[in-house]
Nanobody
Framework: QVQLQESGPGLVKPSQTLSLTCTVS??????????WSWIRQPPGKGLEWIGY???????YYSPSLKSRTPISRDTSKNQFTLQLSSVTPEDTAVYYC?????????????????WGQGTQVTVSS
């Protein structure tokens, strides 16, 4: 079974960069045709897709966040990372990593077959 686990700081100050790592076990992040995604859920709100890094290494981001949400990977460690820059209190959320199976060849549709447990991130001074 594929397992994903998020790690990173639980508290970040405004204007800083949030760096989160997702460690994947039970499957390779380079395996066709999966898309390794970051999603978040602010308190009292729904899920918000952030972006993904594909099996090929290609990335795609939410248009509202793309300028400050680079996603990268370390294939030797089977990990992928999120670096969210210039954070504000509005970035406070539970952050999840998840695997997108690319249903019908279209990733980013909001369907995921494996999720991490999520990690709470609070942006506060």
């Amino acid at each position: 079974q594929v397992q994903l686990q998020e790690s990173g700081p639980g508290l970040v100050k405004p204007s800083q960069t949030l760096s989160l790592t997702c460690t994947v076990s039970g499957g390779s992040i380079t395996t066709n045709y999966y898309y390794w995604s970051w999603i978040r859920q602010p308190p009292g709100k729904g899920l918000e897709w952030i972006g993904y890094i594909a099996y090929s290494g290609s990335t795609y981001y939410s248009p509202s966040l793309k300028s400050r949400t680079p996603i990268s990977r370390d294939t030797s460690k089977n990990q992928f990372t999120l670096q969210l820059s210039s954070v504000t209190p509005e970035d406070t959320a539970v952050y999840y990593c998840a695997r997108d199976p690319g249903l019908l060849g279209f990733p980013g549709l909001g369907t995921y077959d494996y999720w991490g447990q999520g990690t709470q991130v609070t942006v506060s001074s």
